[in-house]
Nanobody, 111 residues
């Protein structure tokens, strides 16, 4: 079955960096757009970044210039490199692909 497993979250100080990973299985990863979403307490889940099957990225305005999404089709993995983190980036980050969701990984940015 389709599985998406995120890793790499944690606690970091403002201005720091984290790299999230999402390992996919159960579908032909290279053929699908993959995305990273986040949900902060009391807020709706929002798209952070997505990358097409061809490798074209797009980003939410709030993370442009700070976050980079990438994919390694040989490893069936999508990454989200997050630099210059801010307290408002604190959320549970979810991977999405093939209409499936991962379980989420917590990112907490302290001021």
């Amino acid at each position: 079955q389709v599985q998406l497993v995120e890793s790499g979250g944690g606690l970091v100080q403002s201005g720091g960096s984290l790299r999230l990973s999402c390992a996919a299985s159960g579908f032909t990863f290279s053929r699908y757009t993959m995305g990273w979403y986040r949900q902060a307490p009391g807020k709706e889940r929002e798209l952070v970044a997505a990358i097409s099957a061809g490798g074209s990225p797009n980003y939410a305005d709030s993370v442009k210039g700070r976050f980079t999404i990438s994919r390694d089709n040989a490893k069936n993995t999508v990454y989200l490199l997050m630099n210059s983190l801010k307290p408002e980036d604190t959320a549970v980050y979810y991977c999405r692909g093939y209409a499936a969701w991962g379980q989420g990984t917590q990112v907490t940015v302290s001021s």
